[in-house]
Every structure is written in structure tokens, then in C-alpha cells.
């Protein structure tokens, strides 16, 4: 059985990303939908060996529509998530809209597919942001085995989380005639983002961590564990596509690398590549374009009782955003979750 499927803001990273996913997991797509707005009207767009254009969000109909991706942004999703999910389609979103809201389950599914069936109360699945997907895929196992009680971790995040303009300008920045201590002037980012890193992602809050490190505490609480304790300094590195995260890990129990590397070996979603020589780790490059969460470098963190230092890096854009959405539609397929209209 197919399933009609859309996709709102297909034309953006994240949407084009999710057209390639559908694909390559020969997901069980009957019709494809692709809608944007208005000034992308008639824009053509590529699935499989189709050539489709895009229609108009406003003046489209979702009855009968199984699934609705969205990546459109938080304004979109709040305004238009409610009334998609009112006519019997089933939302699953990528914006930060609906993550922290009681009746909107947050899902990765390797971590918590148990909480899928929460989405009825709504007709809405949330995507986590794209730093903290990657985390709790690689904390899961660990804290099964070991119990997690507190993380401290800093990221590496490229610029494509930021969107295209960001790409754009750490290209421009980049293959500009760049003098060392030669200031450029930055646009989307508040300082310049080639040959540098910016300690500052999202807006400021009154504790001085920023939305972005804010967004991880609250969304590894709710996806993974309310009792654990995190900390997080988010960076924005000139990289295009891929995070990278140096985590500290302290466990309620003794767990030594060895026994973590065989964990993390066995669990869904994630690649160990942890070889203690020169390259014997996986970076953003290597990332890009890949399905997996790679873990590296695990290793004692001998500051602290049970304690583990890690390296975690992931295709944002993939298991960040499109990878885990397309996940969580088959997530409810394979539950057999769907409503009987679409079954």
C-alpha cells in the first residue's frame, strides 16, 4: 500500500534533503505533494523519475493526505500545523514550534518510538533540533546500560542549520580574497563565520545560555530522561553540512570505554569508528550524506566518578531533520498507528 505524502517548504535544504531520503528508502509514496509558497509557485522540482511543480499551501486541500512534512519554519508550522492536522493528516515537523508543547510527542525513533501514539492528541509529531538528535541516539544505549545523571557537551555545528543564506555566506566569505586580520563583513551571522568559529547560536536568554543550548537541555529531558542534568556551549563552525559534539558523560554506574564502544557497536542508528591512531575518527566530511550517527574517540574521563568523553558527528541536515521525519512515518507505518483512511 502507497500513501499520499507532502512536503511543505520542499524547495529549502532540508526539504529537497527529504525528497532524496524518500527516495533512497524507497519509502511507499502513492502521490507525492510538494507545496511552498507563493513565490515558489510553478518551481519544478525532481522525485524519482517525476518532475513535479509546486502548488500553493493557502488553497490546498490535506483531506486525504496521510503525511505532511513540514519544513517551513516555526511561523508557518504554528499557523498552518493545527488546521493540516485538523483535516485528518498527520504533521510531523521540523520546526521548534511544537516540541515543548504536553501534547506534541518529540521523537527520535531509535530512543522513544513508544511515545509515537501521543501524536492523536493533535495530529502533530515534532522533530528535535538537529544538535540534540544526534546526542540522545548515542545517550540511549549508554543510559540503558549504565544510567546517565549529567552531560556536558560542546558543539561544532555547521552553517547549513542556519539555512541557505548562512551556506552562502561562509562561501562568499570563504572564496573571497581573505587577509589574516582582515575583517569581512557578515550579514546572517553576527561575526564573520570563514576561518572562525562563533560561540553563539540562537538568541541570548537571561542566564546567558543561548535558545540553542536551552533547546537541548529541554529536548534531551523529554526525549530521553527528565532526571538528567545538561549542559551545553553551541558553536558555529565553518563547515558546511555536519555536527560535530565533544560529550562528557557521568553515569550512576561504573561503565568502562571498552563496554560503552560494545554498546554503542549493537545499538540502531550508529557507526563506531574509534581507532586510537592518526584518522581513526569520523569528521563532518566524512559525515555528510550519511544515515548514521558516528561515535569516536571514547575514552575515561578520569575528572569525574564513571565518567566517558566521547565524539559524536551526524549530517544535520539528514538525521537532524529530513532523515528522522521520514523515520517517524515509517515508524507508523510498521506500529500500524495510522488512522484506518490511510491504513
Known amino acids: 500500500m502507497g500513501y499520499r505524502v507532502a512536503i511543505v517548504g520542499v524547495t529549502g535544504n532540508v526539504g529537497r534533503e527529504i525528497l532524496n531520503v524518500l527516495s533512497e528508502r524507497k519509502f511507499p509514496v502513492d502521490e507525492l505533494i510538494p507545496l511552498a509558497s507563493r513565490r515558489s509557485l510553478g518551481t519544478n522540482i525532481s522525485f524519482g523519475d517525476q518532475t513535479l511543480k509546486c502548488r500553493d499551501l493557502e488553497n490546498f486541500d490535506f483531506k486525504g493526505v496521510d503525511f505532511c512534512l513540514m519544513s517551513a519554519g516555526s511561523t508557518v508550522s504554528k499557523e498552518w500545523a493545527p488546521r493540516i492536522g485538523a483535516q485528518g493528516c498527520i504533521v510531523i515537523d521540523n520546526s521548534s514550534q511544537w516540541r515543548y508543547d504536553q501534547d506534541v510527542p518529540l521523537i527520535v525513533p531509535e530512543v522513544n518510538a513508544d511515545a509515537i501514539g501521543g501524536y492523536t ?150 557507526m563506531v569508528v574509534d581507532k586510537r591512531e592518526p584518522g581513526g575518527y569520523i569528521t563532518p566530511v566524512e559525515a555528510a550524506g550519511e544515515f548514521s550517527t558516528y561515535v569516536s574517540r571514547i575514552r575515561e574521563d578520569a575528572t569525574v566518578e564513571n565518567g566517558l568523553a566521547m565524539w559524536i558527528v551526524s549530517d544535520n541536515l539528514l538525521k537532524g531533520a529530513a532523515l528522522n521525519a521520514v523515520q517517524i512515518a515509517e515508524t507508523l507505518i510498521e506500529r500500524r498507528l495510522l488512522p484506518k483512511k490511510a491504513a
Open 121 to 270: 492528541k493533535k495530529n502533530i509529531i515534532a522533530n528535535p533540533n538537529c544538535s540534540t538528535a544526534q546526542l540522545v541516539v548515542a545517550l540511549k544505549p549508554l543510559h540503558d546500560a549504565a544510567t546517565i545523571t549529567r552531560v556536558v557537551v560542546s558543539t561544532y555545528q555547521s552553517v547549513s542549520g542556519a539555512g541557505k543564506e548562512a551556506m552562502d555566506e561562509l562561501w562568499t566569505q570563504t572564496k573571497g580574497k581573505y587577509v589574516p586580520g582582515q575583517e569581512m563583513e557578515p550579514k546572517k551571522f553576527p561575526k564573520q563565520i570563514a576561518f572562525n568559529c562563533i560561540p553563539h547560536i540562537d538568541v541570548f536568554m537571561e542566564d546567558g545560555y543561548t535558545k540553542e543550548e536551552w533547546k537541548m537541555l529541554v529536548e534531551t529531558k523529554k526525549i530521553l530522561d527528565p532526571k538528567i542534568r545538561l549542559t551545553a556551549t553551541c558553536v558555529r563552525v565553518p563547515v558546511f553540512v555536519g555536527h560535530s559534539e565533544s560529550v562528557n558523560i557521568e553515569f550512576a554506574r561504573p561503565i568502562s570505554p571498552e563496554e560503552a564502544r560494545e554498546v554503542l557497536r549493537n545499538a540502531p542508528g550508529i
